[in-house]
C-alpha cells in the first residue's frame, strides 16, 4: 500500500491537505522534518502514515497524558496497535507493555518526556526495532516557546538509543528562534521545514475594550447557541464564571489543571457531548482537543503570549465555518496582567536566597554533591521560611531549566501492596495481631495477585470498607510493612529533589545569572508583544498575529474588530429606531444592557439611537433608569 491508500482505508479522506503529502514523502525517505502546521491542521497524520508503511514501531512523545490517550484510542478504533505508557502503569504492566511492543506487532509507543528520563525505560526501548521518531508538541524544547518544558531537552538520549531512526518535530506555533533551538536540542541533521501560514480565513480576531466584561460575555453567549470555550487565567475564576453562568442559565462546565482526573473527564465529556456546550477553563485545558464546531473562544483574561493566544484560538472554526476569537480587557485587567509578570521575573537575588535555604532545608553541606533523591513539600517548605508560594516555585523551577536540579512530581504516584510472604505466614501473623485480621481479609477479598505481584490500593475504598479514617488505613499498612508481612509504598503529593551540581551557593546562582537575566527580558518581551496586539487598534488584527510569526504575504482579513470598524457605514438610526421600538411591543421596560442583548446591533449605534428616541419622546426614562415607551 502507499501513502494514499492508507489515508483511503484508516482515516477515510479522499485526499491528503495541504502540505501533509509532501512531509510523508520527506519522512519517508528517512530524514529529519520539522512540520509547522496550525492548529487542527492533521499533524499527526504526517508522523502516523508513514510509521504504518515501515516495519517496527514509532516513538511519539507527547506531553500530557490526556493527549495521548486520546491518540491511542483513536488508533484502537481503528485497529491499529497502540500504548501509551504513562504514571498509570506499575511497573509489572510496564514490562508487559514493552514485550506486548516487541513482539504483538503493535506500530505505535505513546511516552511522555518525563518517563524518558527514566533508564529502565531507555534500556526497554533500546531492545525495540524503531522506525520512526515523532516529536510533538515541540515548541516545548525552547526557552522561546510559550510552554518550555525543562525534560524536552532530554529527548536527545533517543538519538543515542537509536542513532540511526529519523526525528519528526510537530507543533502548531514556533518563531525562527524556536525553530532554531528544535533543530540543536533534538540534534537534527539535513532536515527539512515544512512551514504552513497562520492565516485562518474563517477566524475572526476581535478585541473589545469593556468595563463590564461580565456583561459583554452575557451579551456574547445570548447570541451564539454553539460550543464555547472561556479562557481564564486562574483555577479559582474558572469555578467562579461557571457558576455565574448557571445562575443566568448557561449550562456549563470548568476545567483546570487542579481537578482530580476524574472530574477532568467528567466536564470534558459533558462539553464533548454537549450536555454543557460552555467550557470555563485554564490554560490547562486545550492541547489535543480536537472539537470540529467549536464557534467562540473568548479569553477574559489577557494570554500570557502570541504563541499562547494563537494556540487557543486556534481552537474555534475546524470546520472550515466562520468562528470567532474574541479578548475582553480593561484598564483593571491590564494592571492585573502587568502585576503577574512582574511576580512572575525572578531576580538573581531571590533565586540566591531560595537556593540557599534549600541546601539549609535539606541539610546539604557546603562542597557536598549529593547523589541522593529529597522528598520536599513546597508548602511546608514556603511556612518555614516564611516566602511566597509563587515565587518559591517560579524560582525553583529557574533553577531545574538551569541544570541546578532535577523536580520530579509525584502527584499521580499510587500506593502500592505486596505480601512478602505465604498464605501462612499471613495466617501465623492475624493469630497473633488481631487488629489487623480485618484490613488483611479485605485486601485479599478486594485484590487479586497481591502475592505475586506489586498491586495499585486506594486506601480511602479501604477505609470507606472498614467504616475507618484514611489516615488509620495507613498507620495499619505502614506497621505491616514494618514487621515484613507486606512491601508498601503510600501515595505521595510531595515531589522529589536531586540536585546535580555542587553546592556552592552565590557562585552556583553566579555561574547561570546571564541566562537568569535573559529569561527575565524574554518574559517581558512576550507580555509587551501581546499587549501591543491588544491595545493596537489600527492595523487587522490579523496581519498583527501573522506578522509575528514573520509571514510576509499579507492583506486585510476584512472580518476582525479593526476591519470591520474602518469599513463601517454611517448607521441608518431610523432602521435601527424602528427596531428598538418594536421590541417594546412584548416588553414593557427595558434597561440598556438588556436593549443591546436583544438587538443584534452595534452597541454605541444603539445608545445613540435611545437618545434619539428620549429627544423624539418616543422613549423616556424611569426612576430606575430604565426605558419605557410612551403609550400614545
Not at 186 to 208: D, G, H, M, W
Request: hydrophobic share 40%.
Amino acid at each position: 500500500m502507499n501513502a494514499l491508500e492508507i489515508l483511503q482505508k484508516y482515516w477515510k479522506h479522499k485526499n491528503f491537505r495541504n502540505s501533509q503529502e509532501d512531509i510523508i514523502n520527506t519522512v519517508i525517505k528517512g530524514n529529519d522534518v520539522i512540520a509547522l502546521l496550525p492548529t487542527g491542521g492533521g499533524k499527526s497524520i504526517c508522523y502516523q502514515i508513514p510509521a504504518l508503511l515501515s516495519d517496527g514501531i514509532c516513538i511519539v512523545i507527547s506531553p500530557l497524558i490526556a493527549l495521548m490517550q486520546d491518540q491511542v484510542n483513536n488508533l484502537i478504533s481503528k485497529e491499529i496497535k497502540a500504548i501509551a505508557i504513562t504514571s498509570k502503569l506499575n511497573e509489572n504492566e510496564i514490562i508487559i507493555a514493552f514485550d506486548n511492543l516487541r513482539y504483538g506487532n503493535y506500530k505505535f509507543l505513546y511516552l511522555s518526556p518525563e518517563k524518558l528520563q527514566s533508564e529502565f525505560i531507555q534500556n526497554k526501548i533500546k531492545q525495540l526495532h524503531v522506525n520512526l521518531i515523532a516529536v510533538d508538541e515541540a515548541h516545548c524544547i525552547s526557552e522561546w516557546g510559550h510552554d518550555f518544558r525543562p525534560s524536552y531537552l532530554q529527548l536527545a538520549i533517543l538519538r543515542t538509543l537509536h542513532p540511526k531512526t529519523n526525528f519528526i518535530a510537530l507543533t502548531a506555533t514556533a518563531t525562527t528562534k524556536v525553530i532554531k533551538d528544535i533543530v540543536i536540542h533534538l540534534q537534527l541533521k539535513n532536515n527539512k521545514l515544512y512551514k504552513e501560514t497562520f492565516n485562518r480565513s474563517n477566524l475572526a480576531y476581535q478585541v473589545f475594550e469593556t468595563e463590564d466584561i461580565l456583561f459583554k460575555l452575557k451579551q456574547i453567549l445570548t447570541k451564539i447557541n454553539e460550543p464555547i470555550i472561556i479562557y481564564t487565567s486562574t483555577q479559582k475564576q474558572t469555578k467562579a464564571i461557571s457558576d455565574y453562568l448557571t445562575s443566568i442559565h448557561f449550562k456549563s462546565s470548568y476545567y483546570h489543571g487542579g481537578l482530580s482526573t476524574k472530574n477532568k473527564e467528567i466536564a470534558f465529556k459533558n462539553w464533548m457531548t454537549e450536555k454543557t456546550r460552555i467550557m470555563v477553563a485554564t490554560n490547562a485545558f486545550g492541547m489535543g482537543i480536537d472539537k470540529q464546531n467549536v464557534k467562540v473562544v473568548i479569553h477574559i483574561d489577557i494570554p500570557n503570549s502570541i504563541e499562547n493566544y494563537m494556540q487557543e484560538a486556534g481552537r474555534a472554526g475546524r470546520s472550515g465555518k466562520k468562528s470567532f476569537s474574541v479578548i475582553l480587557f480593561n484598564k483593571a485587567t491590564i494592571d492585573i496582567f502587568e502585576k503577574k509578570i512582574a511576580k512572575n521575573l525572578i531576580g538573581i537575588n531571590d533565586v540566591k536566597q531560595i537556593y540557599k535555604l534549600l541546601n539549609q532545608h535539606l541539610h546539604i553541606a557546603k562542597g557536598e554533591l549529593s547523589l541522593k533523591q529529597y522528598a520536599f513539600n513546597l508548602e511546608q517548605f514556603c511556612v518555614k521560611y516564611q516566602l511566597n508560594s509563587t515565587r518559591t516555585f517560579n524560582a525553583i523551577n529557574l533553577l531545574e531549566k538551569e541544570g541546578v536540579l532535577v523536580v520530579e512530581q509525584n502527584y499521580n504516584r499510587k500506593s502500592v501492596i505486596q505480601f512478602i510472604g505465604g498464605n501462612k505466614t499471613v495466617l501465623n501473623y492475624i493469630k497473633r495481631h488481631a487488629k489487623s485480621k480485618d484490613l488483611i481479609q479485605l485486601i485479599l477479598r478486594s485484590y487479586g495477585g497481591v502475592f505475586e505481584n506489586r498491586t495499585t490500593i486506594n486506601e480511602t475504598y479501604l477505609a470507606s470498607k472498614l467504616n475507618t479514617t484514611k489516615f488509620n488505613v495507613k498507620r495499619q499498612l505502614q506497621q505491616l510493612n514494618k514487621d515484613k508481612i507486606i512491601f508498601y509504598t503510600h501515595q505521595s503529593n510531595d515531589t522529589n529533589l536531586l540536585f546535580l551540581v555542587m553546592r556552592e551557593d552565590a557562585i552556583t546562582i553566579n555561574n547561570i545569572s546571564k541566562n537568569i537575566i535573559q529569561r527575565n527580558k524574554t518574559k517581558q518581551q512576550k507580555a509587551t508583544d501581546i499587549l501591543q496586539y491588544i491595545q493596537n487598534n489600527t492595523q487587522c488584527r490579523n496581519k498583527q498575529l501573522l506578522t509575528y510569526f514573520e509571514e510576509t504575504k499579507l492583506k486585510n482579513c476584512a472580518i476582525c474588530d479593526v476591519c470591520l470598524e474602518n469599513k463601517k457605514t454611517i448607521p441608518n438610526l431610523k432602521n435601527l429606531a424602528e427596531k428598538v421600538l418594536y421590541i417594546f411591543n412584548k416588553n414593557s421596560e427595558l434597561s440598556s444592557k438588556e436593549i443591546v442583548i436583544l438587538l443584534d446591533e452595534n452597541e454605541s449605534d444603539i445608545i445613540q439611537t435611545l437618545q434619539l428616541l428620549l429627544e423624539k419622546k418616543k422613549l423616556y426614562l424611569t426612576q430606575t433608569n430604565n426605558y419605557k415607551k410612551y403609550n400614545i
